[in-house]
Nanobody, 120 residues
Framework: QVQLVESGGGLVQAGGSLRLSCAASGSIFSIDAMRWYRQPPGKQREWIATITSAGSTNYANSVKGRFAISRDNAKNTVYLQMNTLKPEDTAVYYC??????????????WGQGTQVTVSS
């Protein structure tokens, strides 16, 4: 079994910053891509950032230039640094990882979600 635990959400004023973390634990052989998604209130979940095992990154246009995804492979952790936050960034943020387990099974795992609220 593999578990993803997120932390770092909260309430922040517009223009402020937050850093989200997502740590994976359990029967992990390797981790390929790591991603962040978010689900604004009343809307569908949307992808916002990806970092590959090689460290390449990609961002949704809505967060490009403001958010930065990074990873610490030794800690099986992915981060999302969020700067210049806007009220429209308010959402539940989810991490997702493509994991090969010690049983050599490849599948996606998701975090439980963390609430980010940006006040105007």
């Amino acid at each position: 079994q593999v578990q993803l635990v997120e932390s770092g959400g909260g309430l922040v004023q517009a223009g402020g910053s937050l850093r989200l973390s997502c740590a994976a634990s359990g029967s992990i052989f390797s981790i390929d891509a790591m991603r962040w998604y978010r689900q604004p209130p009343g809307k569908q979940r949307e992808w916002i950032a990806t970092i590959t095992s090689a460290g390449s990154t990609n961002y949704a246009n809505s967060v490009k230039g403001r958010f930065a995804i990074s990873r610490d492979n030794a800690k099986n952790t992915v981060y999302l640094q969020m700067n210049t936050l806007k009220p429209e960034d308010t959402a539940v943020y989810y991490c997702q990882m493509v994991v090969t387990t010690t049983a050599r099974v490849l599948r996606d795992y998701w975090g439980q979600g963390t609430q980010v609220t940006v006040s105007s």
